[in-house]
């Protein structure tokens, strides 16, 4: 069955093309498209293109749909092209005639639009909760750890001491700047496209601002050609959000695989957390971060993917963007993954103590002495080749005391401070207005 079917066949080799993967990628979208169906037929009914006893028909059945694709009990039949052609054979077997009137002012272009517009705010909304969960374990982490001294590095060479409390937090406070970029993205993909149509509008009298109100967007995407153009775009930009989370995952994961080579031995984690080898006994394999470290590097390619899928396609629809489902959607998949694996890692991690006592990080105290004669009295580039030549005569023996107290430093972490910038930041996202109105529509 296809929407737009009138009595030609198509070619089955042909039919196989173009549908592709799109049965299994509309599974995701199933419970999606009955919520925008529900919205829809309200406003039909608002406008008179329906009665009050189809639309109560149609509602009721809508919403048992709903509750069976919560279940787990909903699938696109053989034969079947999509779900938004599954939706609609369901409910006209269910109550008739009535089942035929959804589509009125709609074409399969809006309907799919407004699907992955609430997908995509749906997977937004569980992305900010696993990263606010994330933050919070590592916020924890810096403040049990802050007393804990480690090398920091440049050019992977010994540079001036460090501690796990700045390392932890680091990663803590670069998510709120991860949230900051998914936010934009946020704030485009909860935008309604719906009336918009096959991408020039409807000669029905729609009313566009009604179902922007009961599917919770905050605004419309007013130009309906601008709406089908934001197909590719909202993708794109999604993407980038979800590759900046992925960037940071990244390089916490080489930073684990590193610190775990017994060359580092910095931390280590549970026999159960690590894999072994087939013929090296003594191994303890890092594979759980090497996963994620190689997931997050696909993540981070995925807006060039998206783009080069989408470049130099005019405006209106064109079938090309069915493939970004291909590729978008086990994107969400992965990155949940990646974020519930490295919360799973954090909260096992066993941080070595005493590591500077060791006589190889002796010189990452040349600052600490330089800044110390620098506050007797020597000029700073005097300092700097006194203890420059201590180091070369070997005469330096390093002071094992850091003072340091500026906002953000070893001795200042500020994490309540930080810890309110992220408050503030999933405040933004104001979910429990969609929340709301969700909750009413399917009531």
């Not at 937004?124 to 750890?145: C, G, P, R």
């Not at 149509?197 to 729609?206: I, M």
């Not at 990080?361 to 420059?388: D, H, I, M, Q, W």
Request: with cysteine.
């Amino acid at each position: 069955m296809k929407l737009w079917q009138k009595e030609t066949s198509t070619n089955n080799q042909v039919e196989t093309f173009t549908v592709g993967q799109d049965r299994e990628m509309d599974l995701f979208l199933a419970k999606f498209d009955v919520l925008g169906s529900l919205a829809h037929t309200k406003m039909l009914e608002s406008i008179g293109l329906l009665d009050k006893r189809d639309l109560d028909e149609i509602q009721k059945e809508l919403k048992n749909i709903y509750k069976e694709i919560k279940a787990g009990k909903f699938t696109i039949e053989d034969g079947v092209e999509d779900v938004h052609s599954q939706v609609e054979m369901l409910l006209t077997q269910r109550i008739g005639e009535a089942g035929k009137k959804i589509h009125s002012g709609r074409s399969r272009n809006d309907q799919v639009l407004v699907d992955l517009k609430l997908l995509f705010r749906n997977q937004i909304q569980e992305m900010v909760t696993s990263v606010h969960e994330l933050f919070k374990v590592l916020v924890l982490l810096a403040e049990e750890h802050k007393n804990k001294l480690m090398p920091g590095y440049t050019h992977l060479q010994i540079a001036m001491p460090s501690s796990f409390g700045l390392w932890f937090g680091a990663y803590a406070e670069s998510l709120i700047d991860d949230l900051e970029v998914l936010l934009a993205s946020y704030k485009i993909c909860n935008k309604n496209p719906l009336g918009s149509a096959a991408g020039y509008g409807s000669s029905f009298p729609l009313n566009r601002t009604m179902t922007t109100q009961l599917l919770g967007f905050d605004n419309l995407n007013y130009n309906v050609v601008y709406a089908q153009m934001g197909r590719g775009k909202t993708e794109r930009i999604l993407s980038q959000a979800m590759s900046s989370i992925a960037a940071t995952l990244n390089k916490m994961a080489m930073d684990a695989c590193l610190f775990m080579n017994q060359n580092f031995g910095f931390i280590s984690f549970p026999d159960e957390l690590t894999t072994g080898s087939s013929i090296m006994p003594h191994k303890k394999n890092p594979d759980v971060w090497e996963l994620i470290r190689g997931r997050t590097n696909q993540l981070q390619a995925l807006p060039n993917q998206i783009m080069m899928l989408t470049t130099n396609l005019p405006s209106g629809y064109h079938r090309d963007m069915q493939l970004q489902k291909e590729t978008l959607f086990p994107a969400f998949q992965s990155l949940m993954a990646c974020l519930d694996m490295t919360k799973l890692m954090l909260k096992n991690i066993r941080i070595k103590d005493n590591i500077l006592d060791d006589a190889k990080y002796k010189y990452l105290f040349s600052v600490e002495e330089v800044n110390n004669l620098v506050l007797s009295g020597t000029p700073f580039r005097e300092a700097y080749k006194k203890v420059g030549m201590d180091i070369e005569a070997g005469n330096f023996s390093g002071n094992y005391e850091i003072n340091h107290t500026h906002e953000g430093s070893i001795g200042n972490l500020n994490l309540d401070e930080v810890s309110k910038m992220m408050e503030v930041m999933i405040a933004e996202f104001k979910f429990e207005k969609i929340e709301k109105a969700l909750g009413y529509l399917v009531k």
